[in-house]
């Protein structure tokens, strides 16, 4: 593997989309400083809370956006980058001072476009030690992929001269829709790297529900935008999650991962199914 120095990594621009983060923000806003990018650029969706006061105190980039959905934020933020290498981060991320020279290690490793990062989740209950098992036993494989996740992750501008967090993306959930028409654009490849950032999730049993409720939303929105791939989406949801995964996860000794895997399956299923049935529309941006 090559090491890439410090003074050998191009200028990173960090882009941080937030609504009603006060409570996290700052410990992400700490640690993204303490890895000293050259840009940070957030994007608040409306807070009512004191996130924008909170996020000057760490840059005067920041912007209140109105444009309706976490979705369209990105797209507000990443229009807003000067650099051509950008990083997505989220108010729950907690990088190290190197994640962003390793992000960009990952991206030329692997002759990427689009890396995600290696993700775990601190132990703050059952349900968050839960995910972080099920994420080592589905995720965490570096290199291409078909699927990766939005953020944290870093990009090349030149994925958004042919893609974008716009009103093309269904509004709830965004990894899905971007990716899958990335996929379809010859010379661009995506996928996972080495780099771990932790996530800090005070979460319940009730929490991962609405969670994974909201999820079911998108990928109902999915399925309306593209046809030919909701039986794929189906057999994801109440096939590979509850049932092939829970069994990767036994055979690999993460068995605290089964509920989770099981729950997000079927909590999204039944939701995406729900949506189908009576919300058939999907509410791009032009429609909020």
Known sequence: MIT???NKTPPVSVVLCARNEEKRIRKSLEAIRAANPDEIIVVDGNSSDETVSIAREFTNNVIVSMAGSLTADRQVGIDACQHDLIAMIDADHRILPDTLTGLYADLCEFDLDVVQADLGIEN?????AAENDAFD????KPGPKTMIGTAPAMYRRRVFKVNKFDA????HKDDADFFYRLSKQK???FGSGRTRVMQEHFASFGDYVKKFS???????????KHPSRAPSMFFHLFVRYPFIRSVMAIAKGKVRAV???VLCGLTRGSSMIWNLLFNREPKTLDSV
Request: glycine share 12%; charged share 15%; aromatic share 28%.
């Open 4 to 6: 890439y120095l410090k």
């Open 168 to 171: 093309h993306i269904t509004r």
């Open 124 to 128: 703050t209950g059952f349900w968050a």
């Open 259 to 261: 509920p989770y895997l």
């Open 214 to 224: 909201w999820y079911g939303i998108g990928d109902a929105e999915f399925c309306v």
């Open 187 to 189: 010379g661009y490849r």
């Open 137 to 140: 036993v589905f995720l965490n």
